[in-house]
């Protein structure tokens, strides 16, 4: 009989990557997910319920998710300390044209 946890083990590092890029609200789905497969696959191996070749699916896929998760975290935290330290460093009382005194120019608009 195939394991039902075959096919969402499967697929749960493309579901990641997916749900990352679809934003906020598939990356609280796919937490979810991951949960829940976590769970319930903890409790299907204490019932003896994981055949082998499933269980090493699951000990290859949940550290590859794992990294994954890590670096698509450490890439968000680094883009918004990037981007504070832009917000940070825009002169927002700047004329539309270049300053003759400064040389810099002008900030038109932020996204903050």
Known sequence: MASP????????EEKFISSFLQGPEAVQAFYLFWSGL??????A???ERVDKDTLELALQVA???????????????EAK?????LRDNLDLGAPLSPSRKSGRLPVISTFF
């Open 63 to 77: 550290p590859r998710v794992e990294i994954i998760v890590k670096q698509f975290l450490e890439i968000h935290k």
């Open 81 to 85: 300390s990037l981007a504070l330290s």
């Open 45 to 47: 191996v204490q019932e």
């Open 5 to 12: 946890f075959h096919p969402q083990l499967a697929c749960a």
């Open 38 to 43: 976590q769970a319930n696959f903890s409790k």
